[in-house]
């Protein structure tokens, strides 16, 4: 099994915690989606501390979601429902986690569909970054 390198922008299957879920009692995510890796930082004793933001179907109603242009998903090979990447919650982890999954059982040493283009993934830093500014970022562990 080849893991990828965590980098940012790279967009993963990882079965998501959303942050409402988590404070309602749940520890495991429903469902395996994609997540754009946001940010992956090596700590002091070695282990590299990912940020993932979700990619959802279901139209959001934060401002700064941002939606993946239908060439972006045929790029990446995911579907052609339209899809947002949400910019105000995270899931953070120990790389790779518990939670990283195959994007298909027919590819199961496949985790990942391919990085989001700069400018996609810029704008998505952007949103986040404005719900960090406004105090209405949330974060969720799920190495617990």
Known sequence: MALPTPEPGLVICYSYLWHDQQRSGESEGRKNRPCAIILAVKDDT?????????????????????????????KLGMDETPSWVICNELNWFIWPGFDLQPIARETPDSFAWGFLPVEIFEAVKRGILAHREAGKLKTTQRDE
């Open 46 to 74: 070695g282990d590299i501390r990912t940020y993932v933001a979700p990619i959802t179907h279901v139209r959001p109603s934060d401002p700064h979601a941002i939606e993946l242009p239908p060439f972006v998903k045929r």
